[in-house]
């Protein structure tokens, strides 16, 4: 397996190398078949039309906001963080698929809400108890990530597009544009921030929403320089999985984490073209973190959380409270993974988990 890696990312590099005008893995038309051949097919627009609706209304219900101004969570008593922002997609995703105007308007206003504590240096003002009044770089990529997957979506759907009803929300985005791409260089000079924090087998999963912050946003603005440096984190985060498929999360294994990461690495692969020559290894780097992840679901759905690196029994708290397993993080990737592979099996245990946790 190893040896495997090793030479696709000799192949990737030497992509890299050799076609400097491409996208950093971008392949030459030649490589095309190899790289399609070598992976199942489906963009992420295609696989949400095959999601189950119930589910994604699930979704959208978990989300905590104000219907007026777009405020999540702890933000809807007063702005604390722009990380709080992050559940756009799930509005939109659903909005489009259903045509609800409503939804997409309710998903462009939690983008906008913090747009208003941005600082001239496109970082945002924060409030939360360990910040010092300036937000951080893993806060703004969580922004952003949420952002760009929600934008992009706008910019695939044909009936957002052209519809009537939805130009006000076209006329939205465009003028957000400027302010996003302001934040965007500002999250690009944080770099080395980002993977102090994140990279080294510290927090993988971060990782994966720092590579789609920057690659998804990227694409988005039409900001090459970004989606580079996104596919740069993308790299990085495949070199954080251990030869028994963990993304690692603080040296370790996390059962909860490991679903976000997975859930985060389907995001970026069903966002890449079909002609670039990195999909054989993202999807090998997902099958060996998902066979990874069933090991830990029992069979009546629950994550087995023993042994974890964070969330477990006396592990991470946030805000006071113990953390627990992501379940909808872990479900959300899984049902991609099942619509790409149509593994019943894969069906089969991600009902199991959704049924239990969705009982508490």
């Known amino acids: 397996m190893m040896i495997k890696y090793l030479l696709a990312m000799i192949s990737i590099l030497t992509s890299f190398l050799f076609s400097p005008e491409k996208f950093f893995w971008y392949s030459l038309g030649n490589n095309t078949p190899f790289a399609e051949a070598q992976t199942p097919a ?18 959208v219900k978990a989300v905590v906001v104000d219907s007026k101004n777009g405020a999540i969570g702890r933000n809807r008593d007063g702005f604390m963080t ?12 659903y909005g489009i698929l259903t045509k609800n105007v409503q939804l997409v308007d309710l998903g462009i206003k939690i983008i906008e809400y913090p747009l208003s504590f941005q600082k001239t240096d496109g970082s945002f003002e924060d409030y939360s108890p360990e910040s010092k009044g300036k937000s951080s770089a893993s806060s703004v990529a969580f922004y952003l990530n949420d952002l ?66 920057f690659y998804l946003t990227g694409r988005v603005l039409d900001r090459i320089d970004a989606v580079r440096l996104g596919e740069k984190f993308a790299m990085m985060s495949l070199q954080q999985q251990n030869a028994e498929g963990a993304f690692l999360e603080q040296y370790g294994f ?3 984490y490991q679903g976000v990461s997975i859930e985060q690495a389907v995001l970026f692969y069903t966002n890449l073209s079909s002609q670039a020559n990195q999909r054989p290894i993202v999807w090998d780097a997902i099958k060996r973190a998902v066979a990874l992840e069933l090991k830990s679901i029992l069979s009546s759905g629950e994550v087995n959380t023993k042994g974890n690196t964070r969330v477990t029994v006396g592990g991470e708290t946030y805000f006071g409270k113990e953390k627990t ?19 019943q099996s894969i069906k089969d245990t991600l009902d199991r988990v959704f049924v239990f946790y969705s009982k508490k």
């Open 42 to 59: 489906g963009s992420q627009w295609s696989v949400l039309t095959k999601a189950d609706p119930n589910f994604l209304a699930f979704l």
């Open 148 to 213: 760009g997957e929600s934008l992009l979506l706008c910019q695939k759907s044909k009936w957002f597009q052209e519809s009537k009803e939805t130009s006000y929300l076209r006329t939205k985005i465009i003028e957000m544009k400027p302010t996003i791409s302001k934040s965007l260089t500002w999250l690009m000079s944080q770099e080395s921030e980002l993977i102090k924090g994140d990279g080294n087998g510290r927090a993988t999963n971060r990782l994966w929403k720092d590579a789609n912050a």
């Open 82 to 93: 722009v990380g709080f922002q992050r559940y756009s997609s799930r509005f939109i995703a």
């Open 325 to 343: 397993v992501d379940y909808l993080a872990l479900v959300d990737g899984l049902s991609y993974y099942y619509h790409l592979t149509q593994d």
């Open 254 to 256: 996390d059962s909860s």
